[in-house]
């Protein structure tokens, strides 16, 4: 083993090699591209690009899924990353690609505990990962802080001054990340106690309420709390209540000897699921014991995919612990690069050799797992994936705790200076998660003298966001006229 580490070492590209294809798909690719808005190739229509997507969901709640986009602009672009990726594929990409989120907007940022019980900052969905251009990513977020920012009537000039300190802040710290040593790039996280103090300096008092409420959300955000708000006391036993349809229990989703399968089911997936984790944490996992399921709703573009809730008690019981297992299908960005292939677009490090990407995913749920333990500074211990076949059709899933101290800031709560400091944060995330995975040597070249691409980058994200809205309203018009159903306030 060791001469195989040696062989591949040697074999490794030099750091200036890495450095002269960032500057190569500069050249091809320069940084005042980045503004182009994608040209939509006649006969796309966003809102049958939203049904393509909807084939195979639960029929009965993707009605639910457009009523929440329908609330605004920013909730729209929330569940339309498949609309995104199709447009991505038409514009020039640097062809330096790393581990991708997929969809990251701001939405998609929150805090998390660490292991070691400390509150973090970091990435939260993970449906979409996927090895792609580091740009799309940061294409995505820009244009999610526009978004944001019109939805909470911000001045356009406040919205784009967000957007380029967004991108000088990733340049920055990749530019930090090319002089850490590799072990010390996967230690890097944000703590977000350690950055309250900083947050002090830079925003005002009530800004800073709302972000000390946030922390103090997120905290109470555990596994207690995810029981209390799911379940109830039947016969002295916690259950899954009934919250038609955002939860609804296992026997009232498959009535009479149906449950009965799909439980005996849902057992054999969770013990391939527990195989997926590490003997430490399968010899805890077995100390609980499954009492109840249910399906639940959740997110906003996940809303129709197929999403569990699993209730689990320790020993002597009242010791709670709920999973949810989330459907796992082929990410957006595999339909984005494919398109992107197929229209011949320019490609800046096209056929150039980079550093070696993450192999291939033998399931949906092990790509998206795969995908958030090398984005993520600190993962769920109990973050796993499973296969199902039901009734000759196969589904994959990931599954991870429902609650551990997880929690979210209120975007539309947040003043003009909070936007853009919680850019930046988002920012450094993504730089982080995009030089372990990908070539930081080759991104930090790209993005030298990169005053032009942060500027490229807000005029993106503005096109991108009147795009935004238009489609916003094509579905708007798509409900009025009885193509779409709607469900809405669930």
């Known amino acids: 083993m060791a001469e195989t580490v040696l062989r591949m070492r040697e074999d490794a590209p030099s750091i200036e090699s890495r450095r002269a294809r960032g500057e190569r798909a500069r050249r091809?690719?320069?940084?005042?591209?980045?503004?182009?808005?994608?040209?939509?190739?006649?006969?796309?229509?966003?809102?049958?690009?939203?049904?393509?997507?909807?084939?195979?969901?639960?029929?009965?709640?993707?009605?639910?899924?457009?009523?929440?986009?329908?609330?605004?602009?920013?909730?729209?672009?929330?569940?339309?990353?498949?609309?995104?990726?199709?447009?991505?594929?038409?514009?020039?990409?640097?062809?330096?690609?790393?581990?991708?989120?997929?969809?990251?907007?701001?939405?998609?940022?929150?805090?998390?505990?660490?292991?070691?019980?400390?509150?973090?900052?970091?990435?939260?969905?993970?449906?979409e990962t996927y090895p792609g251009p580091f740009e799309w990513d940061l294409k995505r977020l820009a244009a999610s802080i526009e978004a944001a920012g019109r939805d909470n009537g911000f001045d356009p000039s406040v919205c784009r001054r967000a957007v380029a300190a967004m991108s000088k802040s990733y340049r920055k710290a990749m530019r930090g990340f090319t002089g850490m040593g590799e072990i010390d790039l996967w230690y890097a996280r944000l703590d977000v106690v350690a950055s309250l103090d900083e947050l002090r300096r830079v925003l005002d008092e009530a800004a800073m309420r709302r972000v000390d409420r946030a922390v103090c959300k997120s905290l109470s955000r555990d596994r207690w709390q995810a029981a209390r708000k799911t379940t109830e006391v039947v016969d002295g036993h916690l259950r899954f209540r009934l919250d038609p349809p955002l939860l609804v229990p296992l026997d009232q989703v498959y009535p009479g000897g149906d449950a009965a399968?799909?439980?005996?089911?849902?057992?054999?997936?969770?013990?391939?699921?527990?195989?997926?984790?590490?003997?430490?944490?399968?010899?805890?996992?077995?100390?609980?014991?499954?009492?109840?399921?249910?399906?639940?709703?959740?997110?906003?573009?996940?809303?129709?995919?197929?999403?569990?809730?699993?209730?689990?008690?320790?020993?002597?019981?009242?010791?709670?612990?709920?999973?949810?297992?989330?459907?796992?299908?082929?990410?957006?960005?595999?339909?984005?690069?494919?398109?992107?292939?197929?229209?011949g677009v320019t490609v800046g490090a096209a056929d150039e050799a980079g550093i070696d990407m993450v192999p291939g995913h033998a399931s949906q749920g092990q790509r998206v797992v795969t995908g958030q333990r090398i984005m993520q500074a600190t993962g769920d211990l109990l973050l796993g994936w499973k296969r199902a076949r039901v009734n000759d059709t196969v589904r994959d899933y990931y599954v991870r705790q429902l609650r551990d101290w997880k929690g979210q800031f209120e975007i539309e709560d947040f003043a003009p200076d909070s936007l853009e400091v919680y850019g930046r944060y988002c920012a450094w995330i993504l730089a982080r998660s995009h030089a372990r995975s990908g070539d930081r040597f080759a991104i930090d070249a790209y993005l030298r003298k990169g005053r032009g691409f942060d500027e490229a980058l807000a005029d993106f994200a503005a096109r991108y966001a009147d795009r935004n809205e238009q489609d916003h309203a094509a579905l708007e018009q798509a409900a009025r006229g009885g193509r779409v159903a709607i469900a809405r306030d669930v």
Not at 54 to 78: E, H, K, N, Q, W
Not at 85 to 110: E, I, K, M, R
Not at 303 to 310: C, T
Request: hydrophobic content about 45%; charged content about 20%.
């Open 261 to 343: 399968l799909r439980r005996a089911t849902l057992l054999e997936m969770m013990a391939d699921y527990a195989q997926t984790l590490g003997p430490a944490v399968r010899l805890m996992l077995r100390q609980y014991t499954l009492t109840d399921v249910a399906r639940k709703v959740v997110g906003v573009g996940s809303v129709g995919r197929r999403a569990w809730v699993y209730l689990l008690e320790g020993a002597g019981g009242m010791d709670p612990l709920v999973l949810q297992s989330k459907e796992a299908r082929a990410s957006v960005l595999e339909h984005g690069l494919a398109l992107a292939a197929d229209r």
């Open 28 to 127: 091809a690719v320069p940084h005042e591209a980045h503004a182009e808005l994608p040209v939509r190739p006649a006969g796309v229509d966003p809102v049958a690009l939203l049904e393509r997507q909807a084939a195979g969901d639960i029929p009965g709640l993707v009605p639910v899924r457009y009523g929440r986009m329908l609330v605004s602009p920013f909730t729209f672009y929330r569940g339309a990353a498949v609309i995104m990726s199709d447009d991505l594929g038409s514009v020039p990409n640097t062809g330096l690609h790393a581990q991708l989120c997929g969809d990251a907007h701001v939405g998609n940022f929150g805090l998390f505990a660490s292991f070691e019980r400390r509150l973090v900052f970091d990435v939260n969905d993970f449906d």
